[in-house]
């Protein structure tokens, strides 16, 4: 079974800053892989997701992150961070089942980064 | 907003008792997770149905179990609660039947204490 792991569980950086947050995955195969964002007191939302292609993906609100298959890592990455993008950032990934046309079970999620922007 | 609805926002029982949580996936979408949200587990994912059938199954316990009716609305039932199922529970929906490269629109959750 596929596992993720987020190696800094509270960030914390000032406006302005830059941001990366490290994702790593453990599987063998082929993976897709996501980071959702959960702002104070909202819902999961995406930010960017990864399944083929170019290993470098744009999300909303300029954030970005790059596969590294040798690596087995997904980094998101900010140039400058704002106020706003205080909130907790989880990585998920999945495997697409050949069996079963490219479905997949649900998403497994990290244990998450808790980013804090100080004005 | 995601347009995922889940009720109540806030429930609060006691040991042994049973709950229902209700999930309403966005307009048109076919399929509901279920995931639970711990200190100590992080996110986990319970069950998928798809249209009326489950579809797959990850960390659910037998006390645990949901449906999805008719009008794709989704109920996960928890029974003979225990203090370690105090968590957030959310569903999320995607349009089809589970492919892997879906982006799953998740509800505001539902918290559960037990006491």
């Known amino acids: 079974a596929q596992s993720v792991s987020q190696h800094n569980h509270h960030v914390i950086l000032s406006e302005a800053a830059s941001l990366e947050l490290g994702c790593n995955y453990s599987y063998g195969g082929t993976v897709n892989l996501f980071w959702y964002v959960q702002y104070p007191g909202q819902h999961l939302q995406l930010l960017l997701k990864?399944?083929?292609?170019?290993?470098l993906v744009k999300g909303i609100k300029g954030f970005e992150a790059e596969f590294i298959k040798s690596k087995f890592s997904f980094n998101l990455r900010k140039p400058s961070v704002q106020w706003s993008d205080t909130a907790e950032y989880f990585c998920?990934?999945?495997?697409?089942?050949?069996?079963?046309?490219?479905?997949?079970?649900?998403?497994?999620f990290g244990k998450g980064t808790h980013l804090i922007i100080q004005p | 907003d995601s347009g995922v609805t889940q009720t109540p926002k806030h429930l609060i029982t006691a040991t042994g008792q049973r709950v229902t949580l209700r999930c309403s996936p966005r307009?048109?979408?076919?399929?509901v997770y279920w995931y639970q949200q711990s200190l100590d587990q992080g996110l986990q994912f319970l069950i998928q149905?798809?249209?009326?059938?489950?579809?797959a199954k990850g960390n659910i316990l037998e006390r645990f179990s949901a449906q999805q009716f008719p009008d794709l609305h989704s109920e996960l039932n928890l029974s003979s609660l225990e203090l370690g199922d105090s968590a957030l529970y959310f569903c999320?929906?995607?349009?089809?039947?589970?492919?892997?490269?879906?982006?799953?629109?998740f509800g505001p959750g539902t918290r559960l204490t037990v006491l």
């Open positions: 999320a929906s995607t349009p089809g039947w589970g492919y892997s490269t879906d982006t799953q629109y």
């Open positions: 990864y399944f083929s292609g170019d290993p």
């Open positions: 149905y798809y249209n009326g059938e489950e579809r």
């Open positions: 307009s048109g979408d076919l399929s």
């Open positions: 998920a990934v999945n495997v697409a089942f050949i069996s079963s046309g490219g479905g997949a079970d649900g998403l497994t």
